[in-house]
């Protein structure tokens, strides 16, 4: 079993950077796809950028393609989401998840067994 716990959120201004992680315990993050999701008030949980844990693709949603990164780093035990140019539309929770199965659907919040606390990021003025 892993345990993720995400930090790196705030307040930035529109047009700022963040640089999210999640960083894991119990079993290397290697052996899992990793997603992020983000929740903001009101509204469903949506997928925003995930990593697969063979091929090491990686996949975003429309709303941060070029805007935002992910990536593994396996000496840390930990995934980044790197967000630049940030806006308002950006604030919510943002949640990291993994699975460990052959295929996950990426996608879906329903195909992640875990999760992190997850951390608040506003971008505002």
């Known amino acids: 079993q892993v345990e993720l716990v995400e930090s790196g959120g705030g307040l930035v201004q529109p047009g700022g950077s963040l640089r999210l992680s999640c960083a894991a315990s119990?079993?290397?993050?290697?052996?899992?796809?990793v997603g992020w999701m983000r929740q903001a008030p009101g509204k469903e949980r949506e997928f925003v950028a995930a990593?697969?844990?063979?091929?090491?693709?990686?996949f975003y949603s429309d709303s941060v393609k070029g805007r935002f990164s992910i990536a593994r780093e396996t000496a840390d035990n930990t995934v980044y989401l790197q967000m630049n140019s940030l806006k308002p539309e950006d604030t919510a929770v943002y949640y990291c998840?993994?699975?460990?199965?052959?295929?996950?659907?990426?996608?879906?919040?329903?195909?992640?067994?875990?999760w992190g606390q997850g951390i608040q990021v506003t971008v505002s003025s």
């Open positions: 119990g079993r290397s993050l290697s052996s899992y796809t």
């Open positions: 998840a993994a699975d460990d199965a052959s295929w996950t659907n990426i996608y879906s919040s329903h195909a992640y067994d875990y």
């Open positions: 990593i697969r844990r063979s091929a090491e693709t990686t």
